[in-house]
């Protein structure tokens, strides 16, 4: 079984600074890539960046210069840091991770799998 996490959202005026993290635990053997997605009401969710197993990042234009987005791979866990939070930051941010656990290890069998959510609202 595994199980992922998130944590760090909250409600924040706007101008300020979120740390939002992702933990992915149970019967892992190897996680590839991990990413933020977010979804407003109303709207489709989307990617708001991306890194992989070996530190490679990619951040959406929209968010480029205020998010940062890192992984701990001991902790198997991603972070993103989100600066100057503006108003339209506001959504439901969900962790995903790719994850190859011990019983598909032979397999080389990779998983997706999604945390619950957290929310994110910035007021103005």
């Known amino acids: 079984q595994v199980q992922v996490v998130e944590s760090g959202g909250g409600l924040v005026q706007a101008g300020g600074s979120l740390r939002l993290s992702c933990t992915a635990s149970?019967?892992?053997?190897?996680?590839?890539?991990m990413r933020w997605y977010r979804q407003a009401p109303g709207k489709q969710r989307e990617l708001v960046g991306a890194?992989?197993?070996?530190?490679?990042?990619n951040i959406a234009s929209s968010v480029e210069g205020r998010f940062t987005i890192s992984r701990d791979n001991a902790k198997n866990t991603v972070y993103l840091q989100m600066n100057n939070l503006k108003p339209e930051d506001t959504a439901v941010y969900y962790c995903?991770?790719?994850?190859?656990?011990?019983?598909?290890?032979?397999?080389?069998?990779?998983?997706?799998?999604w945390g619950q959510g957290t929310q994110v609202t910035v007021s103005s």
């Open positions: 890194i992989s197993s070996g530190g490679n990042t």
């Open positions: 149970g019967t892992i053997f190897n996680i590839n890539a």
């Open positions: 995903y991770a790719l994850i190859i656990t011990s019983e598909h290890q032979q397999l080389n069998i990779q998983t997706q799998y």
